[in-house]
């Protein structure tokens, strides 16, 4: 099996930074893309930014200039910075990780959700 726990979510007050990270363990041979998500009450989860193995990174529109996505392969890991933070910024971010376990079978895993909260 394989677990992403994500952390550093938070209350930060607008124009604030927060770092959230997400590390995958557990029986894995390989991470492919990672990512993070995020979802507001009553919306769609949308795709914040993703990176993949080599470090080709992808962001949403909303958060170009002010999010920065890194990985750390040796850990399995995947970071977010986020600067510069808006209230509309607020919501429940997820990670995922494309895993090839040890047995060589390959699947989506995702996190448990990390709270962020942008208010004054």
């Known amino acids: 099996q394989v677990q992403l726990v994500e952390s550093g979510g938070g209350l930060v007050q607008p124009g604030g930074s927060l770092r959230l990270s997400c590390a995958a363990s557990g029986s894995i041979f390989r991470v492919y893309a990672m990512g993070w998500y995020r979802q507001a009450p009553g919306k769609e989860r949308e795709l914040v930014a993703n990176?993949?193995?080599?470090?080709?990174?992808n962001y949403a529109d909303s958060v170009k200039g002010r999010f920065t996505i890194s990985r750390d392969n040796a850990k399995n890991t995947v970071y977010l910075q986020m600067n510069s933070l808006k209230p509309e910024d607020k919501a429940v971010y997820y990670c995922?990780?494309?895993?090839?376990?040890?047995?060589?079978?390959?699947?989506?895993?995702w996190g448990q959700g990390t709270q962020v909260t942008v208010s004054s």
């Open positions: 995922d990780a494309d895993v090839v376990q040890l047995a060589m079978f390959r699947k989506e895993y």
């Open positions: 990176i993949t193995r080599g470090g080709s990174t």
